[in-house]
Protein backbone atom coordinates (compact mmCIF):
# COMPACT_ATOMS: atom_id res chain seq x y z
CA UNK A 1 0.00 0.00 0.00
CA UNK A 2 1.86 3.30 -0.94
CA UNK A 3 1.98 5.80 2.12
CA UNK A 4 1.45 9.44 2.20
CA UNK A 5 3.73 11.59 3.72
CA UNK A 6 1.24 12.26 6.57
CA UNK A 7 2.95 15.52 8.04
CA UNK A 8 0.91 17.36 5.01
CA UNK A 9 -2.07 16.70 6.98
CA UNK A 10 -0.89 18.82 9.16
CA UNK A 11 -0.98 22.00 6.88
CA UNK A 12 -3.27 24.54 7.27
CA UNK A 13 -5.65 25.16 4.36
CA UNK A 14 -3.54 25.87 1.34
CA UNK A 15 -0.98 28.05 0.96
CA UNK A 16 -1.29 31.79 1.57
CA UNK A 17 -1.20 33.19 -1.73
CA UNK A 18 -3.29 30.42 -3.74
CA UNK A 19 -5.96 31.29 -0.93
CA UNK A 20 -5.87 34.89 -1.66
CA UNK A 21 -5.47 34.04 -5.61
CA UNK A 22 -9.08 31.98 -5.57
CA UNK A 23 -11.16 34.35 -4.12
CA UNK A 24 -10.24 36.80 -5.76
CA UNK A 25 -11.33 34.66 -8.62
CA UNK A 26 -14.50 33.35 -6.95
CA UNK A 27 -14.99 37.53 -6.51
CA UNK A 28 -13.73 38.01 -10.37
CA UNK A 29 -15.98 35.62 -11.45
CA UNK A 30 -19.65 36.85 -9.43
CA UNK A 31 -18.24 40.83 -10.63
CA UNK A 32 -17.09 40.24 -13.98
CA UNK A 33 -17.01 44.33 -14.64
CA UNK A 34 -15.35 44.70 -11.44
CA UNK A 35 -11.66 46.69 -11.42
CA UNK A 36 -9.65 44.89 -8.61
CA UNK A 37 -6.62 46.35 -8.14
CA UNK A 38 -4.03 44.06 -6.86
CA UNK A 39 -1.97 45.13 -3.98
CA UNK A 40 -1.73 41.44 -2.28
CA UNK A 41 1.19 38.93 -3.41
CA UNK A 42 4.41 41.38 -4.17
CA UNK A 43 4.21 40.34 -8.15
CA UNK A 44 5.56 43.05 -9.98
CA UNK A 45 3.63 44.48 -12.75
CA UNK A 46 6.58 46.67 -14.78
CA UNK A 47 8.54 44.98 -17.70
CA UNK A 48 12.03 44.28 -17.27
CA UNK A 49 14.53 46.48 -17.07
CA UNK A 50 16.01 47.37 -20.88
CA UNK A 51 19.05 45.86 -20.33
CA UNK A 52 18.07 42.76 -19.28
CA UNK A 53 15.55 42.34 -22.36
CA UNK A 54 18.82 43.46 -24.33
CA UNK A 55 20.73 40.73 -22.82
CA UNK A 56 17.78 38.10 -22.98
CA UNK A 57 17.20 38.57 -26.70
CA UNK A 58 21.15 38.65 -27.16
CA UNK A 59 21.38 35.17 -25.32
CA UNK A 60 18.18 33.83 -27.22
CA UNK A 61 19.82 34.36 -30.74
CA UNK A 62 23.00 33.10 -29.17
CA UNK A 63 20.67 29.89 -28.90
CA UNK A 64 20.09 29.97 -32.12
CA UNK A 65 23.03 28.86 -33.67
CA UNK A 66 25.09 25.80 -33.62
CA UNK A 67 28.29 27.35 -32.47
CA UNK A 68 26.96 29.45 -29.63
CA UNK A 69 24.57 27.19 -28.93
CA UNK A 70 24.27 26.20 -24.93
CA UNK A 71 22.87 22.72 -23.56
CA UNK A 72 23.53 21.93 -20.07
CA UNK A 73 25.08 24.80 -17.80
CA UNK A 74 26.83 24.26 -14.41
CA UNK A 75 24.10 23.84 -12.14
CA UNK A 76 25.67 26.06 -9.55
CA UNK A 77 25.27 28.86 -12.40
CA UNK A 78 27.67 30.46 -14.54
CA UNK A 79 30.63 32.30 -13.26
CA UNK A 80 29.89 35.37 -15.30
CA UNK A 81 26.93 35.96 -13.04
CA UNK A 82 27.87 34.53 -9.88
CA UNK A 83 31.19 37.19 -10.45
CA UNK A 84 28.89 39.71 -11.08
CA UNK A 85 26.79 39.07 -7.81
CA UNK A 86 30.33 38.50 -5.48
CA UNK A 87 31.41 41.81 -6.95
CA UNK A 88 28.57 43.71 -6.41
CA UNK A 89 26.00 42.67 -4.14
CA UNK A 90 29.05 42.07 -1.45
CA UNK A 91 33.05 42.89 -2.27
CA UNK A 92 31.48 46.22 -3.11
CA UNK A 93 29.88 46.36 0.64
CA UNK A 94 32.86 45.02 2.61
CA UNK A 95 31.33 41.46 2.75
CA UNK A 96 33.79 38.84 1.92
CA UNK A 97 31.61 35.90 -0.30
CA UNK A 98 33.37 34.45 -3.14
CA UNK A 99 31.83 33.32 -6.44
CA UNK A 100 31.99 30.26 -6.14
CA UNK A 101 30.21 30.26 -2.64
CA UNK A 102 27.18 31.22 -4.70
CA UNK A 103 24.09 29.11 -6.15
CA UNK A 104 22.23 30.48 -8.55
CA UNK A 105 18.59 28.85 -8.49
CA UNK A 106 15.32 29.63 -9.79
CA UNK A 107 13.39 31.44 -6.78
CA UNK A 108 14.40 32.53 -3.44
CA UNK A 109 11.02 30.90 -2.44
CA UNK A 110 12.32 27.79 -3.58
CA UNK A 111 15.29 27.95 -1.49
CA UNK A 112 14.36 28.86 1.90
CA UNK A 113 11.68 25.68 1.49
CA UNK A 114 14.03 23.43 0.48
CA UNK A 115 17.28 24.39 2.82
CA UNK A 116 16.17 22.69 5.58
CA UNK A 117 16.32 19.61 3.88
CA UNK A 118 20.09 19.11 4.89
CA UNK A 119 19.53 19.89 8.18
CA UNK A 120 18.44 17.04 10.80
CA UNK A 121 14.80 16.58 11.80
CA UNK A 122 15.71 16.44 14.86
CA UNK A 123 16.43 20.42 16.01
CA UNK A 124 15.26 22.99 17.48
CA UNK A 125 13.50 25.47 15.58
CA UNK A 126 13.22 29.84 15.70
CA UNK A 127 10.78 30.97 13.37
CA UNK A 128 9.44 34.80 13.55
CA UNK A 129 5.60 35.95 13.55
CA UNK A 130 4.64 37.05 11.43
CA UNK A 131 6.78 35.34 9.19
CA UNK A 132 6.59 34.42 4.91
CA UNK A 133 4.91 31.20 5.56
CA UNK A 134 7.00 29.09 3.13
CA UNK A 135 9.70 28.60 6.19
CA UNK A 136 6.95 27.39 8.71
CA UNK A 137 5.16 25.20 5.85
CA UNK A 138 8.16 23.59 4.69
CA UNK A 139 9.41 22.64 8.17
CA UNK A 140 5.84 21.18 9.10
CA UNK A 141 6.21 19.02 5.98
CA UNK A 142 9.65 17.54 6.47
CA UNK A 143 7.98 16.49 10.13
CA UNK A 144 9.82 19.28 12.25
CA UNK A 145 6.41 20.24 14.16
CA UNK A 146 3.75 18.46 16.21
CA UNK A 147 0.41 19.62 15.59
CA UNK A 148 -1.15 23.09 15.08
CA UNK A 149 -2.93 24.29 17.90
CA UNK A 150 -4.47 27.37 19.38
CA UNK A 151 -3.09 29.33 16.20
CA UNK A 152 0.22 28.00 16.44
CA UNK A 153 2.46 24.47 15.41
CA UNK A 154 4.23 22.51 18.54
CA UNK A 155 7.64 22.58 18.54
CA UNK A 156 8.88 25.72 16.99
CA UNK A 157 9.99 28.53 18.94
CA UNK A 158 7.89 31.54 17.60
CA UNK A 159 9.81 34.64 17.82
CA UNK A 160 6.83 37.44 18.37
CA UNK A 161 7.53 40.48 16.07
CA UNK A 162 5.49 43.17 17.12
CA UNK A 163 4.81 47.49 17.30
CA UNK A 164 6.06 46.57 21.26
CA UNK A 165 10.18 45.66 19.73
CA UNK A 166 9.66 47.40 16.64
CA UNK A 167 9.23 44.14 14.47
CA UNK A 168 12.58 42.87 15.59
CA UNK A 169 12.04 40.33 17.81
CA UNK A 170 13.85 39.20 20.94
CA UNK A 171 16.53 36.82 21.11
CA UNK A 172 14.76 33.19 21.95
CA UNK A 173 14.41 32.88 26.07
CA UNK A 174 16.33 29.06 25.59
CA UNK A 175 18.89 27.40 22.84
CA UNK A 176 17.53 26.94 19.50
CA UNK A 177 19.33 25.50 16.23
CA UNK A 178 17.65 26.96 13.09
CA UNK A 179 16.87 30.26 12.98
CA UNK A 180 15.06 32.35 10.17
CA UNK A 181 15.44 36.08 9.80
CA UNK A 182 14.03 38.29 7.13
CA UNK A 183 15.28 41.59 6.58
CA UNK A 184 14.03 44.20 5.15
CA UNK A 185 11.13 42.09 6.40
CA UNK A 186 8.51 40.55 4.88
CA UNK A 187 5.42 40.82 5.60
CA UNK A 188 5.87 44.19 8.45
CA UNK A 189 8.62 46.14 6.43
CA UNK A 190 10.66 46.57 8.97
CA UNK A 191 14.97 46.77 9.36
CA UNK A 192 17.30 45.50 10.80
CA UNK A 193 20.14 47.34 12.24
CA UNK A 194 23.80 46.44 12.00
CA UNK A 195 23.93 46.17 16.16
CA UNK A 196 20.44 43.75 16.47
CA UNK A 197 21.91 41.66 13.62
CA UNK A 198 25.24 41.16 15.16
CA UNK A 199 23.52 40.10 18.74
CA UNK A 200 21.70 37.45 16.25
CA UNK A 201 24.91 36.42 14.84
CA UNK A 202 26.73 36.30 18.36
CA UNK A 203 23.26 34.27 19.60
CA UNK A 204 24.31 31.80 16.70
CA UNK A 205 27.75 31.15 16.89
CA UNK A 206 27.62 30.71 20.76
CA UNK A 207 25.31 27.86 20.27
CA UNK A 208 26.14 26.62 16.87
CA UNK A 209 23.05 27.63 15.67
CA UNK A 210 22.38 28.44 11.48
CA UNK A 211 20.53 31.50 10.65
CA UNK A 212 18.81 31.25 7.09
CA UNK A 213 18.99 34.85 6.54
CA UNK A 214 16.50 36.12 4.00
CA UNK A 215 17.41 39.22 1.77
CA UNK A 216 15.46 38.92 -0.80
CA UNK A 217 14.00 42.95 -0.39
CA UNK A 218 17.14 44.41 0.21
CA UNK A 219 17.13 46.30 -2.69
CA UNK A 220 15.11 48.48 -1.39
CA UNK A 221 16.68 49.71 1.82
CA UNK A 222 17.62 53.47 1.60
CA UNK A 223 19.66 54.37 4.46
CA UNK A 224 23.53 53.69 3.99
CA UNK A 225 23.65 52.22 7.53
CA UNK A 226 21.14 49.54 7.36
CA UNK A 227 22.72 46.08 6.39
CA UNK A 228 22.15 44.74 2.79
CA UNK A 229 23.92 41.54 3.99
CA UNK A 230 24.54 39.46 7.11
CA UNK A 231 28.13 38.95 5.86
CA UNK A 232 28.45 42.70 6.74
CA UNK A 233 28.45 41.11 10.35
CA UNK A 234 31.82 40.21 11.54
CA UNK A 235 31.77 36.02 12.28
CA UNK A 236 28.13 35.36 10.36
CA UNK A 237 29.81 33.58 7.80
CA UNK A 238 30.40 30.31 10.65
CA UNK A 239 26.65 30.58 10.71
CA UNK A 240 24.32 32.01 8.08
CA UNK A 241 23.35 30.98 4.89
CA UNK A 242 22.08 34.15 2.84
CA UNK A 243 18.92 34.16 0.38
CA UNK A 244 18.36 36.43 -2.30
CA UNK A 245 16.30 37.04 -5.58
CA UNK A 246 15.74 39.00 -8.41
CA UNK A 247 12.48 38.85 -8.55
CA UNK A 248 11.95 42.20 -6.18
CA UNK A 249 14.83 43.57 -7.59
CA UNK A 250 14.59 43.83 -11.54
CA UNK A 251 11.19 42.34 -12.02
CA UNK A 252 12.00 38.50 -12.38
CA UNK A 253 9.09 37.07 -10.93
CA UNK A 254 7.73 35.24 -14.03
CA UNK A 255 11.42 34.98 -15.67
CA UNK A 256 12.62 33.01 -11.98
CA UNK A 257 16.75 33.76 -11.50
CA UNK A 258 17.82 34.04 -7.69
CA UNK A 259 20.78 32.88 -5.54
CA UNK A 260 21.81 31.56 -2.31
CA UNK A 261 25.10 32.21 -0.38
CA UNK A 262 26.58 29.33 1.70
CA UNK A 263 29.83 30.29 3.02
CA UNK A 264 32.74 27.29 2.79
CA UNK A 265 32.88 28.06 6.25
CA UNK A 266 29.50 27.68 7.32
CA UNK A 267 29.34 24.30 9.61
CA UNK A 268 26.50 22.45 10.96
CA UNK A 269 27.30 19.20 12.92
CA UNK A 270 26.68 15.58 13.02
CA UNK A 271 25.07 13.37 15.83
CA UNK A 272 28.60 13.14 17.57
CA UNK A 273 29.57 16.30 17.23
CA UNK A 274 31.77 16.46 13.94
CA UNK A 275 31.39 19.58 11.69
CA UNK A 276 30.70 19.16 8.44
CA UNK A 277 30.68 21.88 5.67
CA UNK A 278 27.16 23.52 4.58
CA UNK A 279 28.79 23.99 1.55
CA UNK A 280 29.37 20.49 0.47
CA UNK A 281 26.30 19.47 1.15
CA UNK A 282 24.23 22.01 -0.65
CA UNK A 283 26.41 21.26 -3.25
CA UNK A 284 25.14 17.93 -3.26
CA UNK A 285 21.32 18.50 -3.15
CA UNK A 286 21.69 20.84 -5.67
CA UNK A 287 23.62 19.65 -8.13
CA UNK A 288 21.45 15.79 -7.57
CA UNK A 289 18.15 17.59 -7.82
CA UNK A 290 18.92 21.11 -10.03
CA UNK A 291 20.08 21.48 -13.88
CA UNK A 292 20.31 25.21 -13.79
CA UNK A 293 18.60 28.42 -14.02
CA UNK A 294 18.58 28.53 -18.28
CA UNK A 295 21.32 30.30 -19.82
CA UNK A 296 19.06 33.58 -21.73
CA UNK A 297 17.76 34.28 -18.41
CA UNK A 298 21.23 34.58 -16.43
CA UNK A 299 22.14 36.22 -19.31
CA UNK A 300 19.56 38.65 -18.32
CA UNK A 301 20.43 38.73 -14.51
CA UNK A 302 23.77 39.61 -15.42
CA UNK A 303 22.68 42.46 -17.21
CA UNK A 304 21.56 44.00 -14.07
CA UNK A 305 24.87 44.68 -13.17
CA UNK A 306 25.79 46.61 -15.87
CA UNK A 307 25.66 50.69 -15.57
CA UNK A 308 22.95 51.24 -17.47
CA UNK A 309 21.35 47.73 -15.35
CA UNK A 310 21.38 49.65 -12.34
CA UNK A 311 20.32 52.57 -13.61
CA UNK A 312 17.24 51.13 -15.04
CA UNK A 313 16.46 48.95 -11.69
CA UNK A 314 17.17 51.97 -9.28
CA UNK A 315 14.37 53.35 -11.25
CA UNK A 316 11.90 50.73 -10.26
CA UNK A 317 12.62 50.41 -7.24
CA UNK A 318 12.60 54.19 -6.34
CA UNK A 319 8.88 54.71 -7.73
CA UNK A 320 7.86 51.23 -5.75
CA UNK A 321 9.98 52.89 -2.50
CA UNK A 322 7.55 56.25 -3.36
CA UNK A 323 4.20 54.24 -2.92
CA UNK A 324 5.36 51.17 0.15
CA UNK A 325 7.31 51.85 3.05
CA UNK A 326 10.36 53.41 3.80
CA UNK A 327 12.83 50.15 3.13
CA UNK A 328 10.86 47.76 1.74
CA UNK A 329 7.82 47.51 -0.81
CA UNK A 330 5.02 46.21 1.62
CA UNK A 331 3.17 48.44 4.15
CA UNK A 332 2.10 46.25 7.54
CA UNK A 333 -1.33 47.91 8.90
CA UNK A 334 -3.29 47.79 12.27
CA UNK A 335 -6.80 46.58 10.98
CA UNK A 336 -8.30 46.60 14.12
CA UNK A 337 -9.88 43.48 13.42
CA UNK A 338 -9.56 39.85 11.63
CA UNK A 339 -7.57 40.37 8.79
CA UNK A 340 -9.72 37.42 6.83
CA UNK A 341 -12.90 40.24 7.68
CA UNK A 342 -11.00 43.02 6.60
CA UNK A 343 -9.74 40.84 3.19
CA UNK A 344 -13.39 40.50 2.33
CA UNK A 345 -14.58 43.55 2.86
CA UNK A 346 -11.55 45.30 1.13
CA UNK A 347 -12.07 43.27 -1.97
CA UNK A 348 -16.42 43.57 -1.58
CA UNK A 349 -16.27 47.11 -1.24
CA UNK A 350 -13.81 48.41 -2.81
CA UNK A 351 -11.99 45.61 -5.52
CA UNK A 352 -8.67 45.84 -3.68
CA UNK A 353 -6.67 42.65 -2.59
CA UNK A 354 -4.57 42.84 0.07
CA UNK A 355 -2.99 40.38 2.03
CA UNK A 356 -4.27 39.33 5.26
CA UNK A 357 -2.05 39.57 8.31
CA UNK A 358 -3.32 35.97 9.78
CA UNK A 359 -1.51 34.00 6.55
CA UNK A 360 1.50 35.61 8.36
CA UNK A 361 0.73 34.04 11.86
CA UNK A 362 -0.79 34.62 14.52
CA UNK A 363 0.94 37.88 15.45
CA UNK A 364 -0.68 39.27 12.16
CA UNK A 365 -4.40 38.64 12.93
CA UNK A 366 -5.48 41.54 13.26
CA UNK A 367 -3.05 42.98 10.52
CA UNK A 368 -3.27 43.56 6.74
CA UNK A 369 -0.34 43.87 4.29
CA UNK A 370 -0.55 46.22 1.45
CA UNK A 371 1.90 45.97 -1.28
CA UNK A 372 3.71 48.51 -3.43
CA UNK A 373 4.07 46.31 -6.47
CA UNK A 374 1.49 48.01 -8.79
CA UNK A 375 1.74 51.08 -10.54
CA UNK A 376 1.12 54.28 -8.96
CA UNK A 377 -1.96 55.28 -10.77
CA UNK A 378 -3.51 51.93 -9.08
CA UNK A 379 -1.89 52.41 -6.18
CA UNK A 380 -3.38 55.86 -5.66
CA UNK A 381 -6.78 54.72 -7.28
CA UNK A 382 -6.50 52.24 -4.43
CA UNK A 383 -6.22 54.93 -1.75
CA UNK A 384 -8.78 56.78 -2.62
CA UNK A 385 -11.38 53.26 -2.71
CA UNK A 386 -9.72 52.61 0.62
CA UNK A 387 -10.50 55.59 2.23
CA UNK A 388 -14.23 55.83 0.91
CA UNK A 389 -15.21 51.77 1.82
CA UNK A 390 -13.88 52.79 5.56
CA UNK A 391 -16.05 55.82 5.59
CA UNK A 392 -12.89 58.36 6.13
C1 LIG B 1 4.95 37.88 -1.10
O1 LIG B 1 4.03 38.54 -1.56
O2 LIG B 1 5.09 37.67 0.11
C2 LIG B 1 5.93 37.30 -2.06
O3 LIG B 1 5.79 37.86 -3.31
C3 LIG B 1 5.70 35.85 -2.18
C4 LIG B 1 6.89 35.19 -2.77
O4 LIG B 1 7.93 35.80 -2.98
O5 LIG B 1 6.80 33.98 -2.95
Known amino acids: MIKINEHYLKLQASYLFSTIASRVADYQKKNPDREIIRLGIGDCTRALPIACI ?77 VYPVYIDTNVMS ?8 GRYQNIIYLESTRKNNYIPDLPAEPVDLIYLCYPNNPTGATITKEALARWV ?71 GHAHALHGLWNRRHTTKFNGVSYPVQRAAEAIYSEEGKAQVKEIIDLMSHVGGEHSPYIWINANRDSWTFFDMLLESAGVVCTPGAGFGACGQQYIRLSAFNSYENTDKAMIRLREALGK
Open 54 to 130: AAFHKAVDEMAADASFRGYGPEQGYAFLREAISKNDFQARGADVSADEIFISDGAKCDTGNFQEILSTDIRIAIPDP
Open 143 to 150: GRTGIFQD
Open 202 to 272: DFARKNKALILFDAAYEAFIRNDAIPHSIYEIEGAREVAVEFRSFSKTAGFTGTRCAFTVVPKNCLAYDES
